[in-house]
C-alpha cells in the first residue's frame, strides 16, 4: 500500500488532468471526421440522385458504416471522460480531506434521530463521523453505512472477519476508486425500488395463459404475413385488419400491462448505476476473505441479470414513442413481449433482487472503509477480546481532530473496575475523552483502525447521555428528558449485559444536594449491572465512591493549570481528583466579576 496518500492522490490527479486533455483531443478528432463522413454522405446521396453508378453506391455505404463509427468512438470517448472527471473528483476531495476541508459527500444528516448514542457521539451530521467516512452515492449505500455505525458489529470473529475484508480491499485501491468512480458517473435522483419488490409478488399472468404464450408468436407472424400482403397489392383494408387485430389483443391485458409497467418503468438509470458498481466489483481479488469471497459470487451473479431487467426498464420506457406505439405496438405486440421479458425475468431472479440491491449498499460502505483504512494508514487495527467489560487503549486520540491537534491517551477499563469517575473543570477535555472512547469503539466494532499504538477491546454494546436536548413539541423538559434517558439506559443495559457507558455530568437540572445524592444513586445501579460505567463530572464529592468501593470505582481527572495569569490544559487522563478549578478565574480575567 502507498504509504503517503496525499503524494498517491496528488499523481493520479495530475493523471486525470493529462487524460481529460488527451481525450478532449481526441473528442474533437471524432467531431470532425464525424462531420467528415455526414458531408461524404450528403455527397453520395446527391449523385445516385443524378446519375446510379456503383462507386457512388459504395461511398454512400462506405461513409454510412464510417458516420456510425465515429457517432460510437465519439460516445464511448465521453462516456470516458464522464468517468475521468469523476476520477478527478474523487482524487481532489480526498486530498482536500486530507487538508482539513470538508468531505463533499452526503453529511448523514437524515440518520441522527437524536434517540441513541449516535447522536451524544456526533456519529451524523456536518462534521461527524459518518461524513468523514462516507464515499457512498446510492441510497443504499448510506443506509448501510448508517446501520453499520448505529448496530455494532458484537461477535469477535465477525469483527475479524470485517478487519481481513477491508485490508484485502484497500489495497486493491485501483479497484476501489474505479467502482466509486461509476457510481459517480451514474448517480442519480433517489428513486424507491419498493414498487419493483412489491412488483415481485405480483402474478405471472401471460406465462400462466396458453392463450397469450400462443397469440404472442402467431399474431406477429400474421400481421407481418398482412401487412406484406396488403403493400404488394396495395389494399389498405388489410393494414386495417393488422391494426385491430393488435389492439384487442393488447386490450386484453391493458390493465394488467398498466399496472405492472407503472411499478417497473422510470428503473433504467438507477438499474443501470447498480449494475455497473457490481460489474466493477467482480475485478476483486478476495483471497482469503470469506466476506469478499461472498460478495463477489453474488456480485457476478447479479450485474449481468440487473443490466438485463434495466434493458427492459429502458423498452418499457420507450412503449410511449410515436412510432412504437402506432407501428411496432399493434403489429408486434410490443407491450406483450416486454410483459413476457419481465415475467420470465420475475420468475428467474425474485427470490435474489432484494439481496442483491442490498448488495450494492454493502460494496459502498466497503468501499467507505477501504479510503478510511488507505487515508489512515498510521492507525491500528483493535484486537477483540473473549473476555468480558475490558478495554485497553494507549495512545487513544479523537479521529476526527486533526493529527496534529491531537493530544493521545491511554485508558485501561477491566477486571474489577467497573465505573471511573472522572472529575475535571471546564473545557479540560472531560466529555471529549468520552466521545473519543466510545467514536473508537464504534470505528473498532465495525472492522476499522482506530488512531491509537494498541487498543484491544471486549465487544459491547453502547449507551450514552452526554447531549440532552428538550422538546417543545413532547412537552418534555430538559430533566424529564434526561431521566428518560437515563432510564432507557438501565433498561437497555439489562437487556446487553457487557455495556459500554458514558455519562457527561447527570441531574444538571436539580440543586446541588439532590444532584449528588441521584447521581451517587445511579452510579451504585450501574454497579449492580453487568457494564462499564464511565461518569464525567464537576461533583468531588462522588469521588469519595471509590473508599466505599475500592477497585470497583476509579477516580481519574483531568487537570487546567493557572500560570502567570494565563489558563491552559494538558488534555491528558490521570489518576485522582481534580483540585483546580476554572469558572471564578475566567469570570474574574472576563471582568464579569
Known amino acids: 500500500m502507498i504509504k503517503d496518500p496525499s503524494i498517491y492522490y496528488s499523481k493520479e490527479l495530475d493523471a486525470t488532468f493529462n487524460e481529460l486533455k488527451h481525450l478532449k483531443k481526441r473528442l474533437n478528432i471524432a467531431s470532425t471526421f464525424r462531420l467528415l463522413f455526414f458531408l461524404l454522405l450528403i455527397f453520395s446521396i446527391y449523385h445516385l440522385f443524378h446519375s446510379f453508378h ?36 474523487f482524487f481532489q476531495n480526498e486530498l482536500d480531506q486530507i ?52 448496530n455494532s458489529i458484537l461477535l469477535k470473529d465477525e469483527i475479524l472477519e470485517h478487519q ?64 406484406i400482403i396488403a403493400i404488394a397489392k396495395g389494399n389498405n383494408a388489410l393494414l386495417g385488419i393488422v391494426f385491430i387485430l393488435g389492439w384487442i389483443q393488447i386490450g386484453m391485458y391493458a390493465k394488467y400491462l398498466q399496472s405492472d409497467f407503472n411499478l417497473v418503468g422510470k428503473k433504467e438509470s438507477i438499474l443501470k448505476q447498480y449494475a455497473l458498481i457490481l460489474y466493477q466489483f467482480e475485478k476483486i481479488n478476495p483471497k ?32 410511449l414513442n410515436l412510432f412504437l406505439i402506432t407501428f411496432v405496438n399493434p403489429i408486434f405486440l410490443y407491450d406483450i413481449q416486454n410483459m413476457f421479458a419481465l415475467e420470465t425475468w420475475k420468475i428467474k431472479y425474485k427470490d435474489q433482487l432484494k439481496s442483491w440491491i442490498e448488495l450494492v449498499g454493502e460494496i459502498e460502505k466497503l468501499n467507505s472503509f477501504a479510503v478510511y483504512a488507505f487515508n489512515n494508514q498510521q492507525n491500528v487495527y483493535p484486537t477483540p477480546l473473549d473476555s468480558n467489560r475490558e478495554i485497553h487503549a494507549a495512545n487513544i486520540s479523537h479521529p476526527l481532530i486533526s493529527k496534529e491537534k491531537r ?46 499504538s494498541d487498543f484491544s477491546f471486549s465487544p459491547m454494546q453502547i449507551f450514552s447521555s452526554i447531549r440532552i436536548s428538550d422538546s417543545l413539541q413532547e412537552n418534555t423538559s430538559y430533566f424529564m428528558a434526561e431521566l428518560k434517558k437515563l432510564s432507557a439506559i438501565k433498561s437497555g443495559v439489562k437487556e446487553q449485559p457487557g455495556s459500554l457507558v458514558l455519562i457527561d455530568e447527570i441531574l444538571r437540572g436539580t440543586n446541588s444536594e439532590d444532584k449528588y445524592f441521584g447521581s451517587a444513586q445511579f452510579a451504585k445501579e450501574m454497579l449492580a449491572l453487568n457494564c462499564i460505567t464511565l461518569f464525567a463530572t464537576h ?15 476509579v477516580n481519574y481527572c483531568f487537570e487546567s493549570m493557572i500560570d502567570k495569569n494565563e489558563l491552559t490544559f494538558s488534555y491528558k487522563i490521570q489518576r485522582g481528583v481534580a483540585k483546580n478549578r476554572n469558572a471564578s478565574f475566567l469570570m474574574k480575567k472576563m471582568g464579569i466579576i
Open 407 to 452: 493530544i493521545p491517551n491511554d485508558i485501561h477499563i477491566g477486571g474489577s473496575n467497573k465505573v471511573l469517575l472522572i472529575t475535571g473543570s471546564n473545557m479540560s477535555g472531560k466529555t471529549t475523552f468520552l466521545r473519543t472512547l466510545g467514536v473508537n469503539l464504534v470505528l473498532a466494532q465495525s472492522g476499522l483502525s482506530v488512531p491509537a
Open 54 to 89: 456503383i462507386g457512388w453506391l459504395i461511398l454512400l455505404l462506405s461513409s454510412i458504416a464510417g458516420f456510425l463509427r465515429m457517432i460510437s468512438w465519439y460516445v464511448n470517448l465521453k462516456d470516458l471522460e464522464k468517468y475521468q472527471s469523476q476520477l478527478k473528483y
Open 288 to 319: 482469503d476473505s470469506k466476506i469478499l469471497q461472498g460478495y463477489k459470487k453474488s456480485a457476478t451473479q447479479a450485474h449481468e441479470a440487473i443490466k438485463n431487467l434495466s434493458r427492459i426498464s429502458s423498452r418499457i420506457d420507450q412503449r
Open 99 to 150: 487538508n482539513g476541508k470538508a468531505n463533499l459527500f452526503n453529511d448523514g444528516n437524515m440518520f441522527d434521530d437524536g434517540a441513541g448514542f449516535w447522536s451524544d457521539l456526533d456519529l451524523f451530521g456536518k462534521g461527524s463521523l459518518y461524513h468523514s467516512i462516507n464515499r457512498t452515492v446510492t441510497e443504499y449505500g448510506q443506509i448501510a453505512l448508517a446501520n453499520q455505525f448505529k
Open 539 to 553: 461533583d468531588l464529592k462522588l469521588s469519595e465512591l471509590e473508599i466505599e468501593y475500592p477497585n470497583v470505582v
Open 164 to 227: 481481513e475484508a477491508i485490508k484485502i480491499y484497500s489495497h486493491q485501491f485501483d479497484i476501489v476508486q474505479s467502482v466509486i468512480a461509476t457510481s459517480l458517473v451514474n448517480k442519480t435522483d433517489y428513486i424507491s425500488f419498493d414498487p419493483v419488490f412489491n412488483w415481485l409478488n405480483t402474478k405471472n399472468i401471460l406465462h400462466a395463459s396458453k392463450w397469450a404464450k400462443f397469440i404472442r408468436f402467431a399474431l406477429p407472424i400474421f400481421n407481418t404475413s398482412l401487412v
